[in-house]
């Protein structure tokens, strides 16, 4: 937190409304798989438990066209790369609600400060929208500036993103001590950090999505994970009557977004346990790479029962000097006891991630084996992440990385550095494509 010299209310006060926004996005591409600002709704929470008054201003959600389980394309237009230094031949787009009307919104709201939520490192540029907004029309109004950019690159936030305060890491009873001092707001003598359970209710969409825990048990040279949660825990989950109303009003899917989630299985089944008792059937969904050493025919069987249909794991490639989580004959029978309990092609979904200084071959030889499962492949281009082993090792030989975020979007970073060759990326996600189309074959190895 930024060194405090004065409060922005001249006088100590008991109601303080806070604007939580989750700003458009910048972007080559960005499909809506059941996003949701999670780090914001759980801040909600613990405001308002402290007595603080919040709304949550979701000016990404903004959807042209819904498809498949809720999941949908973002509303989006053409937009400049914003660093000219860059000759980059894909089209960028901005994705989210019309400026416009994000203006008309925080000119109409009212509010007496706003908290600016970050993700991915290389999209600030629509944090920096939203603090370019809120100063155009409420400069009075303090901005603060808190997430995984803001976390991972806090001296670039400092610099230059116009924020009067910028958060770095979780944001925890000291961070809250510092808001109120800020402005000038009374909480209460026993203040309330732990145990509050994310604030879904604040937000109206077509599917409910949050973190069932926090952290991984897993460091991964590549992830940042456990540098922005080092401790792994389960989060106290929202009142169940809060789904209840959602499914009465048509609310049909729920989307996991743990990568951990099957390590917390018996407080998964608890909690999908307690939502079928109410006559809560979710069709569930974990997009984020769930670990295939964790499924055994009763953690498939109970997936499948009861309702997920949307399953996908981290691979990444293999190589034992990269990842060590699982080998070939574990995903073998992680797979075959998928497909035994009823899990489709469609629904089983694995990543492969494009690494520096991987051999092709070794992408190849791990596409091949998982074709031969009969899964869906999802390819993943390397993205360097400020804090992590690669990212150190890859700042000595590009050290452009540590000055300009924007150069750690995967489209941007293997084209720039010419990690791989820019047509066998494409032939490969070409075939992805084509393979992924396919019905299930009688090829595969079950």
């Not at 937190?1 to 989750?22: C, G, H, R, T």
């Not at 590009?398 to 066998?424: A, C, G, M, T």
């Amino acid at each position: 937190m930024d060194e405090i010299s004065y409060p922005f209310l001249a006088f100590q006060v008991d109601n303080v409304k806070i604007l939580l926004v989750n700003p458009p996005v910048y972007d080559f591409k960005l499909y809506n798989e059941w996003m949701n600002p999670t780090g914001l709704m759980q801040i909600s929470s613990l405001l308002k438990r402290n007595g603080f008054e919040t709304e949550i201003f979701d000016t990404l959600y903004s959807l042209s066209e819904l498809k498949k389980y809720s999941t949908g394309f973002f509303t989006r237009e053409t937009a400049a790369f914003p660093n000219t230094d860059y000759t980059i031949s894909n089209q960028y787009y901005r994705y989210g609600m019309a400026g416009q009307n994000i203006e008309a919104a925080l000119a109409a709201k009212k509010y007496d400060a706003v908290f600016i939520g970050s993700f991915l490192t290389y999209w600030y540029p629509g944090c920096f929208e939203i603090i370019q907004t809120v100063k155009k029309l409420k400069p009075e109004i303090p901005v603060f500036l808190g997430g995984i950019y803001a976390t991972l690159c806090r001296e670039h936030a400092l610099k230059y993103s116009g924020a009067d305060f910028v958060f770095s890491g979780i944001f925890n009873d000291n961070t809250l001590k510092t808001v109120a001092q800020i402005l000038n707001f009374r909480l209460p003598e026993k203040i309330k950090t732990e145990n509050i359970a994310s604030d879904v209710s604040s937000l109206t969409k077509t599917y409910f999505s949050l973190s069932l825990t926090t952290g991984c048990p897993y460091q991964c040279s590549f992830c940042a994970s456990s540098l922005l949660s080092p401790v792994a825990s389960v989060n106290v989950f929202p009142d169940f009557e809060i789904f209840l109303l959602g499914y009465q009003n048509g609310i049909k899917d729920f989307a996991f977004f743990d990568d951990a989630l099957l390590y917390y299985l018996d407080d998964l089944e608890k909690i999908i346990f307690e939502l079928e008792k109410r006559g809560i059937f979710f069709r569930f969904h974990a997009p984020n790479g769930l670990h295939i050493n964790r499924i055994n025919e009763n953690s498939a069987h109970f997936l499948f029962q009861h309702g997920f249909k949307t399953l996908r794991f981290g691979l990444e490639i293999f190589d034992k000097s990269i990842q060590q989580k699982a080998d070939k004959d574990m995903v073998i029978r992680g797979v075959e006891n998928l497909k035994k309990s009823g899990f489709s092609k469609k629904e089983i979904g694995f990543y492969v991630l494009l690494l520096p200084e991987v051999e092709n071959k070794k992408v190849e030889n791990t596409i091949d084996f998982l074709k031969q499962l009969d899964v869906n492949i999802h390819i993943n281009v390397y993205s360097p992440v400020p804090g992590t082993q690669d990212y150190r090792k890859l700042s000595h030989k590009y050290p452009e990385i540590i000055e300009e975020p924007l150069l750690h979007n995967d489209s941007v970073f293997y084209r720039k550095y010419q990690i791989f060759p820019e047509s066998w990326v494409r032939d490969l996600k070409r075939e992805i494509r084509r393979y992924n189309s396919l019905d299930e074959t009688a090829a595969s190895l079950f």
